[in-house]
């Protein structure tokens, strides 16, 4: 029963999803595409679980190779000591290079905590545009960590909603007041999936070859990818 009740209320919520960010996404496809076209890099940032949804746009088969995430080798248990997010973001900034007219995208569901913000603020400085991908509603209902008194959305230059439940759980259980289920990872993969896709719409339009990755599983793969990267030295977080 319960197994029925996830995927039918996750398959309403990922149509919502795809309908209530649809105008967003066509926005920032010319614009990342262009970006993309010039030999820009497309960086990602999720603290804690949020990493998930940053590391499956990073040297994923049929996604671009020019994506690079900041990793937090804590796994977010220290995401709201302030000034830990700007100090990963100094260091990968010295190691891959975060340029001006690139994007970011960073990803925290609640939105409220220091590092991710952080990042943000990081990237906005130098130049990047930043998309926060996190769930709005989940975020007007909480209080920010940090002490500059602003949420992910607040900063961003661009939002994505994941269209998130508070709590990050759909099915309610027999238990009063305890509910399971969650969106945010589903919901997170979706959006930046559409978002390549827009992208990759946007290149063809423009006549430019994507920078797109193959399987290595498939005959000459490997070499193929190998060769996009090196127009990429030392910019990406995953060598191929």
């Not at 290079?97 to 905590?113: H, M, Q, T």
């Amino acid at each position: 029963m319960l197994k029925e009740n996830y995927f039918k209320t996750t398959q309403t919520l990922l149509e919502r999803v795809y309908l209530q960010n649809q105008s967003t996404i066509e926005r920032l496809g010319p614009l990342m595409a262009k970006s993309v076209a010039d030999g820009g890099v497309i960086h990602t940032f999720g603290s804690g679980h949020s990493e998930i949804i940053g590391r499956e746009m990073v040297g994923r088969a049929g996604g671009l190779v020019c994506v690079s995430a900041i990793l937090d080798t804590t796994g977010g248990f220290i995401e709201n000591l302030e000034g830990y997010g700007s100090e990963l973001a100094a260091r990968y900034d010295r190691n891959h290079g975060l340029r001006a007219d690139e994007f970011i995208i960073v990803i925290s569901n609640s939105g409220k905590n220091c590092s991710p913000i952080e990042v943000a603020n990081y990237a906005k400085e130098k130049g990047l545009k930043v998309i926060a991908l996190t769930s709005v509603g989940m975020a007007k209902q909480v209080s920010t960590k940090h002490s500059d008194g602003k949420k992910l959305h607040e900063v961003a230059d661009f939002v994505l909603d994941n269209c998130g439940s508070m709590g990050d759980a759909i099915v309610e259980l027999r238990e009063k007041g305890k509910a399971a289920g969650p969106t945010s990872t589903l919901a997170g993969a979706l959006l930046i999936n559409l978002l390549q896709m827009e992208i990759l719409d946007q290149l063809h339009e423009m006549g430019v070859e994507a920078p797109l990755l193959r399987s290595q599983n498939t005959e000459g793969a490997m070499e193929a990818n190998r060769a996009l990267a090196r127009s990429y030295q030392g910019r990406l977080s995953k060598p191929l």
